[in-house]
């Protein structure tokens, strides 16, 4: 009898822990077809439930799948989507501390010096202000950082820093966007889920997109045939976020979980993308059909002092931008990538 209590008891111990299981849907600002959307699908989500003890899944939706990439943090902290994992730059409209945060172009050199700002330095502390200031501490940051500098995907050769004047180039607002036109070119707002036909139809002659491996799975090169590789502008910072409550509401061994797992997953995702992307590269530029251009340093350099410039008119927009930067300043210091 009390060895079928014990099974009894065991098996409705099982069952409870089952019933008990979440499943948060996290939209992303990845589009269906992205390698990367695709990878971590398939490599990294199903790690959650064994890292939580079943207790914790996550189903991880496309872009603007439930509301538009700059509305996530709105939907978190209403508890519309229970968290989002979502490029920073599209909620440069909001403050401009995201501005500051999402991408100083041409700053850091390598996805992971980003990834240790925001893991080992300012960086989570910084972003999850910002977040305060704008939904009044609904949303919690549980990590945040880049996976890959993106390339420039253009309809029309661009081989030097002189060659960006005058074109037409897709761009999120905000610093990217000053950038570009500081450089000369004309930015362009229009949702990522736009960029293909905007190429097609000229309308953009080149556009501010993704990794040159998620270009080439949603076509990109088929219009824009002159890709800017390794990229002269972007790593964009994505952002992990959760609903305050339901963060609040999971256990401190899994929070810890869903941390460490996530900072597992951009390592490994940049590590994968950074060799995708050498390989798709080196293959279209063997193929004849592409033309993969590499700027030379002098031209990356003329950008940089023109993204160094933005960087502090953006930080005079608020004091929270102000403080953006000077963390960015602080670490990049201290790993010493630039001198005071």
Known sequence: MFKKFLI?????LAISSVAKAENYSIQSSFNAGDFSMQYLTQNWLPKIKAQTGGRVEITLTPNASVVPA?????????????GDFTSVNYFSGIEPAFAIMADLISGYDTPAQML??????KGEAMQQKILD???GGEVHLIACGPYSRESLPART???TFEDLKGKKIRAPEGLASAVFAAAGASPVSIPFSEVYGALEKGIVDAADASAYVNNVATGLHDVAPYPLYPGIHSMPLMQFTMNKEKWDALSADDQKALRTWWYAAMEDLTKVVDE???EKAKADAAGGK???INWAQEDRDQLREVARAEWVKFASKSALAREALDANLDYMTTIGLIKK
């Open 8 to 12: 009894a008891s065991c098996a409705a």
């Open 70 to 82: 700059k509305e996530t943090i709105e939907a978190v902290s209403a508890g519309v989507l229970d």
């Open 116 to 121: 240790g700002f925001c893991r080992d330095g």
């Open 133 to 135: 200031s704008v939904s």
């Open 157 to 159: 050769p661009i081989r």
């Open 276 to 278: 995708q992307d050498q």
């Open 290 to 292: 592409i033309e993969v």
